[in-house]
């Protein structure tokens, strides 16, 4: 029962991804070659690899990079306490965010995405370990029960078992009468946002109210009052 779990141990969290270069002649010959091999039968030639890259390159950790983490946490007042982890230097990014992890209270911390289970979680693991770090803790899966793992999923609890349902977080937000994160920006504009507008503050800004949107979907689940964010 999700009613169980402590909300003060529920870290939320968001990451916004795009292509590792924003243009495709970037890559070097080894790299394109690999992208094209891995995305043909995606593609189904109704895209070049170079047209794919520029739209799907940051779905794929193997071709991106993180640019901007946000986190939450409930506070004692009931509020959303977010911080977001963000740059141009993704190694830099992910050493502040795991240093989080030294903290008492999130040493034993259940982290909680939307469709976290396919890309949050793997994407920062597997990102961690291409900078040359290990995972933090919570990250770590191998050698865990499934009912080990501290990871908590809104889209997964939405699917009641249903393995071929697919939900949005907007989607979520709307039947559950939250306002919609996506009111500037979505996920799809965000690697032009980054690379021509340059506008990572802008990125930043949508990752967070992810998060609250998330933390208040979960909120919901437990048919329990929304909550607002701290201000800082």
Same mark, same amino acid.
């Given at each position: ?10 870290? !939320? ?19 394109? @070659? ?9 593609? &189904?030639?109704? %895209?070049?690899?170079?047209? !794919? ?6 779905? $794929?950790?193997?071709?991106? &990079? ?16 977010? @911080? ?36 949050? !979680? ?5 990102? %961690?370990?291409?900078?040359? $770090? ?29 393995? &071929? ?16 994160? &996506? ?34 979907? !979960? ?14």
């Amino acid at each position: 029962m999700i009613q169980n779990i402590p909300l003060e141990k529920i870290l !939320f969290l968001d990451i916004e991804t795009v292509p590792e270069y924003g243009n495709w002649e970037d890559l070097d010959e080894s790299t394109q @070659k690999l992208w094209d091999k891995k995305t043909k039968m995606q593609r &189904k030639e109704e %895209f070049s690899a170079e047209e !794919f890259y520029t739209e799907r390159g940051g779905i $794929m950790a193997e071709f991106g &990079k993180i640019i901007c983490i946000s986190v939450g946490i409930l506070e004692k007042n009931e509020k959303l306490m977010i @911080k977001s982890f963000y740059g141009d230097d993704e190694k830099k990014l992910l050493e502040e965010f795991g240093s989080i992890f030294n903290h008492p209270k999130l040493r034993d911390a259940v982290l909680c995405a939307h469709n976290g289970k396919e890309f949050d !979680f793997p994407w920062i693991a597997r990102r %961690f370990l291409i900078n040359g $770090m290990q995972p933090p803790k919570p990250f770590q899966m191998f050698g865990k029960k499934p009912w080990e793992i501290p990871h908590l999923d809104t889209m997964e609890l939405w699917k009641f078992g249903d393995y &071929k349902s697919y939900v949005s977080l907007e989607l979520l937000a709307h039947v559950f009468g939250i306002p919609t994160p &996506k009111d500037d920006i979505d996920g799809s504009m965000v690697a032009s946002i980054y690379y021509i507008e340059k506008d990572l503050f802008r990125i930043v800004q949508y990752c967070e109210k992810d998060v609250l949107t998330l933390a208040n979907i !979960f909120r919901r689940m437990r048919q329990e009052d929304l909550l607002e964010k701290l201000e800082k």
